[in-house]
């Protein structure tokens, strides 16, 4: 299950994929499923950085997000604006990706 998959940040996160000289979206190698834990791990992006990340448009927290070959992935941090949080979908984050 070799493929890759594509990383886009929001806010406060382009500023850390411009300082790393990061193409956005970043396209990074997955050998296989991996989760959003591991999936920090490997950007080398501390927990407390990320609140959401989106797989495919919906909202996961990393701990619950589930990353494979093929998915188009969204980072965003903590501070997020109030409105923006509803109409990203930040309510309903939590359950894992199916």
Known sequence: MNGTIEIRAF??????????????????????QTSGMELLGLLDLPRECVEVIFVNGKAYTPD???????????????RVPGPYRVLLGFKNMGETKA
């Open 11 to 32: 806010m406060d996160l382009t500023a850390v994929f411009r300082k790393r000289g990061w193409d956005t979206p970043k396209i990074l190698p997955l050998q296989r």
């Open 64 to 78: 619950n997000a589930v990353i494979a070959c093929g998915d188009r992935v969204a980072l965003a941090p903590p």
